[in-house]
């Protein structure tokens, strides 16, 4: 059974960072791509960041985070980062890590809280 585990999420004002990790066990078959979405009160779950498995340089975000967050992953630590900077108000959420395996399956996180706010 694969498990996903996200920290780092947490109060921050506007204009700061937070790191998000998560973190995954478990056997599956093999990975496809990894990434982060996010949920805000009243709202549907949205694409913040991907990456493939494999993909140093490919990675892809959506507009509304362009230039201030950053996905990344530690294969050793079977670990994938979010990297958020000049966090604004609209980033407030739950961000849910996702893990796509070689046949699709998709494998989510239980969420981490991140408010934006003074």
């Known amino acids: 059974q694969v498990q996903l585990v996200e920290s780092g999420g947490g109060l921050v004002q506007p204009g700061g960072s937070l790191r998000l990790s998560c973190t995954f066990s478990?056997?599956?078959?093999?990975?496809?791509?990894m990434g982060w979405h996010r949920q805000a009160p009243g709202m549907r779950r949205e694409f913040v960041a991907g990456?493939?498995?494999?993909?140093?340089?490919?990675?892809s975000y959506a507009d509304s985070v362009k230039g201030r967050f950053t996905i990344s992953n530690d294969n050793a630590k079977n670990t994938v980062y979010l990297q958020m900077n000049s966090l604004k108000p609209e980033d407030t959420g739950v961000y849910y890590c996702?893990?796509?395996?070689?046949?699709?399956?998709?494998?989510w996180g239980q969420g981490t809280q991140v408010t934006v706010s003074l």
């Open positions: 990456m493939p498995s494999d993909g140093i340089g490919r990675e």
């Open positions: 478990g056997s599956m078959f093999g990975m496809r791509s």
């Open positions: 996702l893990i796509i395996d070689l046949r699709a399956n998709n494998y």
